[in-house]
Every structure is written in C-alpha cells, then in structure tokens.
C-alpha cells in the first residue's frame, strides 16, 4: 500500500516537473535542466534517466515543432537540406560517446553557453526582428554545416543544443527568436530521435515514469509554444538568457563541487 501511495508521489512529482520543463524547453530551450534532475530526484540510475527523459522530452518536442509550424514559424525550405545533416551528425556523434568520454568537453560548452547568454542580454537587438531575406547557396551551406555539428554535439554530449540552435539560426539567417525556435525545435527533433531510439533499443526507458511525464510536457510544450508565438521575441529573449546562464552555472556546479 505505501509503495503504492509513494509511486504516486514520484508520478505527480514528475509530471510538474515535466509541464514546467516543456513550457520553458518550447520557448528557449534548455528544460533538461529541470526535467532530468527530476528523475534523479526520484532515485533514478543514470542510464534510465537520460533514456526515460530523452523519451518525455522527445514527446514535448514534437508537440513544439508541430505548434511551431501550424503558425508557419519553421522554414521547410531550409529543414529539407538541413534535417538530414543533423541526422547523420547526430548518429555519429551517438556512436562517438561510446567511444570516447565527453566529460572533457564540460569546461569548453560551460564557456559557451555562458557566452550565449551574455551576448544575448548585451546584444537588445539580437533576434527582436526577422531579418530573413532568402535561402541562397551560402547560407544553406553554411547552414547545412552547423546542422551537422549541432546533430554531432547532440548525440555526443547535448546540454545547451538548443539555445546554440537558436542563436546560430539567428545569425545565419537573421530569424527573430520566434523563427529560430520554430526551425530549432524541428533539428532539436531530429536529433534527438537518434538517441532515443539507441536507449530504447538498450531498454533504457522506464514507461510507467515516461509515460505520464509525457503526457503532461506535452501540455506544456503546447502551452510555452502558443505563448511564445503569440508574444514573441520579448518573452523568449529573457527566458532564453536565463536557460542559458543556468545551463552554464549547473555545468560549473558539477565540474567544480560534486
């Protein structure tokens, strides 16, 4: 009975983490920072924390992506040349971490993220308007590129891919910060769909836990995304600072005093 009663208590603990992980995720990114300390929290090992959240999150994702381009905030145009690169990166960079340790990358990705968000809240103008003019050979190119990389860091290590979607969309094709979002959740899900499945595949994923999380960051990866298209630059630009500082200051916590 009282197994039964705790159970409970670890599923509603876990579904608000969920909604809030979402609704932050949907809008700048970066909910992992809630979502998989969660889990933790619960007594969770490593390995089905990673896999039962990549399952939760990848729900709330695809809700992001699908809200995103009802409102025509995604460019198909450019995801049909870049998805596919950041597919390929990202089974790479999978298999890469079987092989190597990416502990070593922490010090480097808490620099930049801690960058991003300092750019960002120097930077007023940085994605308040969308200045897209067109797809052309070079920014496809280079585009296609950061795609990759991205897909390969993804699947490699991944804290922080989406607020470096976000600003490298913004300075390569001028996107306000609604735009970059809508386009960085669909390669966000792209990738992530590969390291999904190889944790599925390892039976790394508790469904009874994953599940009911789910459910419940997919209302609020709907929530965060009707908000962020309906106010705009002016919501997601702070919350987007402020994941991405966060995101640097856990890094720093676990590099220096765990």
């Known amino acids: ?19 809030l992980a979402a609704f932050v995720d949907s809008i700048a990114g970066g909910g992992g920072i809630i979502s998989v300390p969660a889990y933790f929290a619960i007594g969770f090992p ?28 995604t460019d198909k145009d450019i995801l049909k040349v870049l998805l596919p690169f950041t597919l390929i990166g990202s089974m790479i960079g999978t298999y890469t971490v079987i092989l190597m340790n990416s502990e070593a ?19 007023k103008k940085v994605g308040q308007e969308d200045n897209f003019t067109g797809i052309n050979k070079k920014n496809l190119t280079i585009g296609a590129v950061f795609a990759f ?37 669909a390669m966000n899900l792209m990738s992530g769909l590969t390291a999904l499945l190889v944790f599925a595949i ?44 966060g995101m640097a200051i856990k890094m720093v916590y676990e590099l220096f005093l765990i």
């Open 202 to 245: 390892n039976g790394k994923i508790h469904y009874l836990m994953g599940i009911p999380m789910a459910l419940f960051m997919i209302l609020g990866a709907r929530t965060g995304s009707k908000l962020a298209i309906k106010v705009g630059a002016k919501v997601i630009r702070p919350i987007f600072i402020v994941m991405s500082l």
């Open 149 to 185: 990389i991205m897909g390969f860091y993804d699947g490699f290590f991944g804290p922080g891919t989406g607020s470096f979607l976000i600003i490298g969309l913004i300075k390569i094709y001028g996107f306000d910060f609604v735009r970059a979002s809508g386009n960085a959740k």
């Open 1 to 19: 009975m009282l197994e039964n009663v705790d159970m409970i208590y670890k599923i509603i603990f876990l579904c608000c983490a969920g909604f």
């Open 46 to 73: 490593a390995h089905y924390s990673l896999g039962t959240n990549k399952f939760s999150s990848f729900c709330g994702t695809l809700t992001s992506t699908i809200s995103f381009a009802r409102e025509g905030k």
């Open 105 to 123: 990358l922490k010090p480097i990705i808490m620099v930049m993220l801690m960058a991003v968000g300092i750019y960002s809240f120097i930077s």
